[in-house]
């Protein structure tokens, strides 16, 4: 019996990374997790990363037959394969594709995590047959990967595609990148945070969420709260989906996408973040472009959605 | 003797028509130029356009062979090869591939001018061999070609790099567009006469603009008195420079290109346009893209610039 050909896909995130084995449709074969411990040299790391992933291809082997390996983390180069000062891991600059080329003789390819989704979409997900699409990975932070022409778009340098480092007000409040007003601020779990605050300092709409304190107020709350019909969390949705529709319509103006997907936490919001995005977007767009640009949830499964990411960068470099 | 192969490049603009037979290396074998009188049927105009195109070749076809069409025109789009409500010229809608197919068996190609201009500097200019960069034409509008991984993006409708478009104000100037605050309105020949006009209106700064009427006062002006050394005249260079290097901070932000090029008429005061928008782009860029991005001036000749531009469209096909 022939064997089937899987990737290893990992996804290094600032807490735990996950890995999997991943056919060319999409299947998991086997998967783990292990803590990052981003406090450790990087190479403790990876020598505990390969270990794990040795013992969960030992599982598979009589079965399977390991062909490249895809990475996805947070600021991280595909064409240098490196992580550079990435901001929730305290490793500097690590050569993760020279690291790793140690153990493999197969392809090994790393990209930032956004770049990862979006090539997971294509491959395995909500933009399968797409040539020209965005997506948003609406977490903790705000990232993007962006794809024309069928080809994940890296730039001159590797890092392209920052949507969430675009700026919606000059003025506006302080991004952990050192700028202001940037739409990370105001898109992310952390941005509708603030927006409540914001509405609950200066205005005087009621709200179930006037009792939370700041440091314990979750994105989860806001969304429970809009869904119970509270108007300061209703308020709260309709403003972030005008600041990410507003800039959304400069993104289309660049590449001119079918489709945007939304990624990551407040996706999850569904139509309390849906139909307020799309509804700017649309009152934002050059006349050119209304009414052509779908808004569309990933199409890959939560939990693996990372490692089927990554798995998707190696399979798009092997096909 | 073997024939030199050529295309022609044709640049459909709101007054004239330029047209010209280019050969692989960029030199012009043939050029003419007719009126568009874009008043009268689109038909007339092509009939006039190929009894002219024909008329030009006769002169070169014993030492030249026709390998294709390209052809440069407002609101064009690249996969239809239509021509859909240009700003400048009267026609609704019109199929610009398809007519000409009645007279030519070779491959004919239409884009946008800014989309040809960028195709020309790759071919032809300052973009020679970089594969991620962005052209901004900055004339009586904005447009933009924007080209990532050696490709030209079209985006999902044909329609993709309209960043004189992307807005700079959500309260500003009005724009043709029916819109507010688009980059066209502030980094075009037209904007910096709307600066200069908000500048007289605004400030006590004395100036030699101020005894110009706003209708008869033009960019060339501009940078005249700018030359003298007028403040006024160099404070709307440096706003214009600030409006622009604060977009293209977005732009660099989705693609980051190796280069930005500046085409057209505002591009020609040179240090007076490109040293504030590089000032103001690298305070504003996100750290990882910050002193990476050259602002470059065309390298393709100015009176043949739309002409090289169509033919480097229709030789990146057949090359």
């Known amino acids: 019996m022939s064997k089937t050909d899987v990737v290893l896909g990992v996804d290094i995130g ?6 999997g084995y991943v056919d060319r449709n999409g299947t998991l074969a086997a998967s783990a997790s292990i803590p990052t411990e981003a ?4 190479q ?4 505990r990363f390969h270990r794990q992933a040795e013992l969960l291809f030992s599982k598979i082997q009589d079965t399977h037959n390991l062909i490249g390996v895809g990475l996805g983390a947070p600021n991280a180069n595909y064409y240098k394969g490196t992580i550079e000062q990435p901001p929730n891991l305290s490793w500097d600059f690590v050569d993760v594709v020279g690291t790793l080329k140690h153990w493999y003789t197969i392809p090994v390819v790393l990209t930032n995590d956004a770049n990862a989704a979006a090539l997971g979409e294509m491959l395995f997900g909500a933009a399968k047959g797409m040539r020209d699409f965005i997506v948003m990975t609406l977490g903790t932070g705000v990232g993007s990967g962006i794809v024309s022409n069928g080809e994940m778009i890296y730039g001159h340098d590797g890092f392209a595609g920052e949507i969430g480092h675009t700026i919606v007000d000059y003025n ?3 991004c952990g990148c050192g700028r202001r007003g940037c739409l990370e601020t105001y898109a992310s779990a952390n941005g509708i945070r603030r ?10 709409e009621p709200s179930e969420l006037r009792g939370i304190k700041f440091d314990d107020l979750t994105s989860k709350q806001i969304f429970e709260s809009a869904q119970r019909g509270d108007k300061l969390a209703l308020d709260a949705f ?13 993104s289309v103006a660049h590449t001119s996408p079918e489709a945007i997907i939304f990624f990551g936490g407040l996706a999850l919001a569904g139509d309390y973040i849906f139909k307020p995005t799309k509804k700017y977007l649309e009152d934002y767009l050059l006349n050119i472009y209304k009414n052509k640009v779908r808004i569309v949830p990933s199409g890959l499964p939560p939990g693996n959605a990372a490692i089927l990411g990554a798995a998707a960068l190696i399979w798009n470099e092997l096909i």
Chains 1, 2 share one sequence.
């Open 195 to 204: 927006t409540v605050d914001e509405l609950i300092r200066t205005t005087a």
């Open 238 to 250: 309709d403003l972030t989906g005008k600041y990410l529709g507003m800039k959304l319509a400069d």
């Open 172 to 174: 506006g409040r302080p």
């Open 39 to 42: 406090h450790r040299p990087a």
């Open 44 to 47: 403790e790391f990876f020598e």
């Open 14 to 19: 600032g807490t735990n990374t996950a890995m």
